[in-house]
T-cell receptor, first 110, second 115 residues
Framework: KNEVEQSPQNLTAQEGEFITINCSYSVGISALHWLQQHPGGGIVSLFMLSSGKKKHGRLIATINIQEKHSSLHITASHPRDSAVYICAVIAGGGADGLTFGKGTHLIIQP | EPEVTQTPSHQVTQMGQEVILRCVPISNHLYFYWYRQILGQKVEFLVSFYNNEISEKSEIFDDQFSVERPDGSNFTLKIRSTKLEDSAMYFC?????????????FGPGTRLTVT
């Protein structure tokens, strides 16, 4: 069974700071997702990646398959980035469902 | 932009009652999922559904749960006899095609409260 660990659990930063959220998993995967959950509960998919790096606006996600590690970076952070960021993986071997981390609660102060 | 919708947004039911949670996935998507999130805990996978049958299910998805795609648009999760511990946010998701190659698009969730 895959264990997904995220760090930090909570992060408070000032507007404009560069943010890094880390995710580690215990066994090989087919893909890794970064998701954003707002206070109302809704979940939005940010990235799906299986290798390398992806960028969307101020968000960058990287994955190192050998080290079983991924990072989500936010450049020029803004209060509207405040949310819970969740790492989730799909195991190899034909699995469908995502295994989720506990999430990182990010607060960006103006 | 197409989105996954779920109804109702909040359902309150008494222990032992049956509930049906409804989802309308994005129209050209082929894979459908149910997840749940107990308050304060992480999101957990329940079941995936493809080609009108269950593709994968977790150990949470026991005989009390069932899923159905009764028509071309709806995807439902039924809990036959609800327990207090079924209280959670239930998320439906859909994916265009293939198991791992595509993002999953989540609905806004149904908050189920069992009293």
């Amino acid at each position: 069974k895959n264990e997904v660990e995220q760090s930090p659990q909570n992060l408070t930063a000032q507007e404009g700071e560069f943010i890094t959220i880390n995710c580690s998993y215990s066994v090989g995967i087919s893909a890794l997702h970064w998701l954003q959950q707002h206070p109302g509960g809704g979940i939005v998919s940010l990235f799906m990646l299986s290798s390398g790096k992806k960028k969307h606006g101020r968000l960058i996600a990287t994955i190192n398959i050998q080290e079983k590690h991924s990072s989500l970076h936010i450049t020029a952070s803004h209060p509207r980035d405040s949310a819970v960021y969740i790492c989730a993986v799909i195991a190899g071997g034909g699995a469908d469902g995502l295994t989720f981390g506990k999430g990182t609660h990010l607060i960006i102060q103006p | 932009e197409p989105e996954v919708t779920q109804t109702p947004s909040h359902q309150v039911t008494q222990m032992g009652q049956e509930v049906i949670l409804r989802c309308v996935p994005i129209s050209n998507h082929l894979y459908f999922y149910w997840y749940r999130q107990i308050l304060g805990q992480k999101v957990e996978f329940l079941v995936s559904f493809y080609n009108n049958e269950i593709s994968e299910k977790s150990e949470i998805f026991d005989d009390q749960f069932s899923v159905e795609r009764p028509d071309g648009s709806n995807f439902t999760l039924k809990i036959r006899s609800t327990k207090l511990e079924d209280s959670a946010m239930y998320f439906c998701a859909s994916s265009p095609s293939g198991r791992v190659s595509y993002e999953q698009y989540f609905g806004p969730g149904t908050r189920l409260t069992v009293t």
